[in-house]
C-alpha cells in the first residue's frame, strides 16, 4: 500500500517569490511520482511526474519537482509565482509493477498567491 | 482530442433517492477509476473498472456500485443517499499498460445532498 503526506494544508507566498510545496511519501514498493493542480470548481491537470532517471523533472507552468529516494520525498518548486499559480497542489503516486494501477492522493495543499 | 467527460456537472438530490453520474474516457484509454473529494479534502478512491468489470475497491460501502460498458464509458451509481456524500466526484482514465501516463481527470460532477 502507499500513503502520500503533504505536510502544508496552505501556504501564502507574495507574488514573484520563490515556493516550495513539501510531499513526502510511503511505499512498500516502486513507485511512480506525481503532481496535479486543481483550480476552482475543475478537476486536476496534470503538472508533472517523475518515473526514472534525473531526479529533477520540470513541468508546465514553470514548476519543478526534485525526487529525493533517501527521504522518500517529492518536493514542488517554482522560482517566482504568478496570481495564477493561486490553487490547489495534490501530489500523488502509483506503483510501478504489480497489483493493479491505482494513484493515491495526499490531501493537498492550497497555494494563495499575494498580489 | 476529446479528453475525459463527464455529466452531469451539478446535480442536487434528497436524502435516500439514487443517483447515477456518467463518464467517458479519453480517446484511447480502457481504464476508468472513480474518486470522491469531499471539500477541503484530496480525492479518495471509490473503484476501478477495467474490461468491464470492477477490479480493486476503496473504503466505500456498497451503496456505491458502478459499471462499464464495452466502449469504455463508466457509470457510477449512489443508493441511499445520505448528507456525507456530497462532494465532488472525479472520473481519471488512464491506459493499463501505460502506468507512467497517470491519469487524465474530467471536470467532475458536484452532488448536493439536502
Known amino acids: 500500500a502507499q500513503s502520500v503526506t503533504q505536510l502544508d494544508s496552505q501556504v501564502p507566498v507574495f507574488e514573484e517569490a520563490p515556493v516550495e510545496l513539501r510531499c513526502n511519501y510511503s511505499s512498500s514498493v516502486s513507485v511512480y511520482l506525481f503532481w496535479y493542480v486543481q483550480y476552482p470548481n475543475q478537476g486536476l491537470q496534470l503538472l508533472l511526474k517523475?518515473?526514472?532517471?534525473?531526479?529533477l523533472v520540470k513541468g508546465i507552468n514553470g514548476f519543478e519537482a526534485e525526487f529525493n529516494k533517501s527521504q522518500t520525498s517529492f518536493h514542488l518548486r517554482k522560482p517566482s509565482v504568478h496570481i495564477s499559480d493561486t490553487a490547489e497542489y495534490f501530489c500523488?503516486?502509483?506503483?510501478?509493477?504489480?497489483?493493479?494501477?491505482?494513484?493515491?492522493f495526499g490531501t493537498g495543499t492550497k497555494l494563495q498567491v499575494i498580489p | 482530442d476529446a479528453g475525459v467527460t463527464q455529466s452531469p456537472t451539478h446535480l442536487i438530490k434528497t436524502r435516500g433517492q439514487q443517483v447515477t453520474l456518467r463518464c467517458s474516457p479519453k480517446?484511447?484509454?480502457?481504464?476508468v477509476s472513480w474518486y470522491q473529494q469531499a471539500l477541503g479534502q484530496g480525492p479518495q478512491f471509490i473503484f476501478q473498472?477495467?474490461?468491464?468489470?470492477?477490479?480493486q475497491r476503496g473504503n466505500f460501502p456498497d451503496r456505491f456500485s458502478g459499471h462499464q460498458f464495452p466502449n469504455y464509458s463508466s457509470e457510477l451509481n449512489v443508493n441511499a443517499l445520505l448528507l456525507g456524500d456530497s462532494a465532488l466526484y472525479l472520473c481519471?482514465?488512464?491506459?493499463?499498460?501505460?502506468?507512467?501516463?497517470?491519469?487524465?481527470f474530467g471536470s467532475g460532477t458536484r452532488l448536493t445532498v439536502v
Open positions: 481519471a482514465s488512464s491506459l493499463d499498460r501505460a502506468r507512467s501516463y497517470g491519469y487524465t
Open positions: 473498472y477495467y474490461e468491464e468489470e470492477e477490479r
Open positions: 480517446s484511447g484509454h480502457d481504464t
Open positions: 517523475y518515473l526514472s532517471g534525473s531526479t
Open positions: 500523488a503516486v502509483s506503483p510501478l509493477s504489480g497489483g493493479y494501477q491505482k494513484v493515491t
